[in-house]
């Protein structure tokens, strides 16, 4: 007894410093905001009390805010990067010229001062005293009167304006489906700082990430505007939309609303006079709402199935992915595509309904892979996006397209857009931090595409269950946390008893690529070759003349063990016999067979990233 409680001991004291990563710490927040909306100039007035506890290891002199709409105006960093890179976003540009002579221009250039966007700090003290603050473009530094201490929390007053910008990016009045107000990215927030240092990236183009924290947001905003939030509504009783018997409270012709969230570490809204408000539970008991434009019938009717659809969602990641651990989910047509919030997300609404519910999916998936984990969206772009696709298109097919069974490699498209940017010429290494990619379009397919084949050719490595059972203990170690993809290699290397530094290194921070061959069949005999300069395991399927079928398996050395075995349909029937590693410094491998092959597949499952196919098949 005593035995198996000391051996119990160890196993959770093990899993807590794993968990930890040996002395891990993350910084706090606690926002409380309180916003009154001139939405005739599309400004706001802002007071924010924020506490902010410093769980690093050293004393902090001082701290960082981003301003994010401060990129919305001529000569920003934003602007420049518009104007000067291959293929900038459509969404953003505007062509000028003729199509004998096409000149793009950007947007944000041709913004006048009352449509710029911009946060003006008026005072910002700490404790009570006055700190010393300067706005760079879209970062505000700010020295501290005196240090904030180990383990100390101090309290932030700021008062601040901003205007809203013409939508452009994300964030912005009158999106071209006619939504008002789509606030995202709205308020001075807090900067990331961890054991890698404080995260001071400028708003170019990408991705966020901060602190996890509360938020106790209060607006004031016209009576008849209708909102939608992250966080959870305080008084639905006293403002439009959330519930039939409300009435309207309202002071000088403004409604009040009152949202907090916990545990978060971004909080978005929208509002407008014609939205409207449905709700669903999912069976986890998980409230979706959905707040949109009602334009037409057939609007109405996509927004309702996919609301159904959504909740489906929520219970089909938490079995596969962790269970969704906040009370809502707000699904807000808005922005001018779609972009992930705590809690929340904004889609562009006027979609036909295989769009709608891909964007929700997506967007929604974005609750593990980035809100629940704080991944840094900035550093690890593919860790953030490729996954959060993965998930997306395992819900898909399974939710939407009803398939009872998914495809050996669901994600075979991902796979093909990879193949083409790989031969593009385009490729850059996925471990690049994300503004600085030389085209929009190496950024997209690395992110989305390369990120999915990444995750689904782990399955094929270690095994698809073994992925499985990773998803899951990384959910259990991980969350509200701020981990690595290194942190997801440690779990899965921990599942699995497999070694993968190999794999992260070589997929994530080179642009090598995968391309093995068939080279020769003899009577007994069969010849494989590594064409390309990244080694992998290997599954290689025969068929014999009398109809039976042989898997071989051929685990990588650095590998250090192997996968079980898997259960697809195209393996029903076949011997699997494991063989000796094939080491990554030996270009060929030669197998023996008992039988005469008549038929051989080098990876029947397609996981493998393999940019030549045309020599992985033979047949007699």
Known sequence: ???????????????????????????????????????????????????????????????????????????????????????????????????????????????SPEQIGYQRIHSLTMNGQPTAFHVDCTLLEVTLPTSIQKGETVTFDMDWEAQIPEQIRRSGRNSKEGVALSMTQWYPKMAHFDEFGWHLDEYVAREFVAPFGNFDVTLHLPKDYVVGSSGVLQNPTAVKGYDKKAKVVSSNGKATWHFKAENIHDFAWAADPKFVVDSTKSAGDITVYTVYLPTNKQVKENWKTAQGLAAEFFDFCAERFGPYPWPTYTIVQGGDGGMEYGTATLVTGG????????????????????????????????????FTSYIEELGFQTLFEKRGQLDTNPVINAYRAYYKLALSGKEEPMSLLADYYDTNYGYSQQAYHKGQVFAQQLGYIIGQQNLDKTFLKFYQLWKFKHPTPNDFKRVAEEVSGINLKWYFNLFVNTTRTIDYAIEKVADHEITLRNKSNIAMPIDLLVEYEDGTKELFYIPLREMRGEKPVESFSIYDGAQRTVLEDWFWTKPSYTLQTGKKPVKVQLDPSLRLADIESADNSWRK
Request: glycine share 6%; hydrophobic share 40%.
């Open 1 to 111: 007894m005593k035995k198996n409680l000391l051996l119990s001991f160890l196993v959770l004291f093990h899993t807590f410093l794993f968990a930890q990563r040996a002395g891990y710490w993350q910084q706090a927040v606690d926002y409380k905001m309180d916003i009154d909306v001139d939405e005739k100039n599309y400004q706001y007035q802002g007071k924010m009390i924020l506490k902010y506890t410093n769980n690093s290891n050293q004393a902090l002199g001082k701290v960082y805010f981003h301003l994010y709409f401060n990129a919305f105006q001529p000569g920003s960093m934003m602007d420049y990067r518009l104007s000067h890179i291959s293929d900038p976003d459509p969404r953003m540009t505007n062509n000028i010229g003729t199509l004998e002579n096409p000149k793009i221009q950007s947007r944000i250039a041709t913004l």
């Open 351 to 386: 979609r036909d309904i295989q769009s709608l519910v891909g964007v929700i999916f997506h967007e929604a998936a974005h609750s593990w892979y980035q809100h629940l984990f704080g991944i840094n969206e900035t550093v690890d772009e593919w860790f953030d996006e490729g």
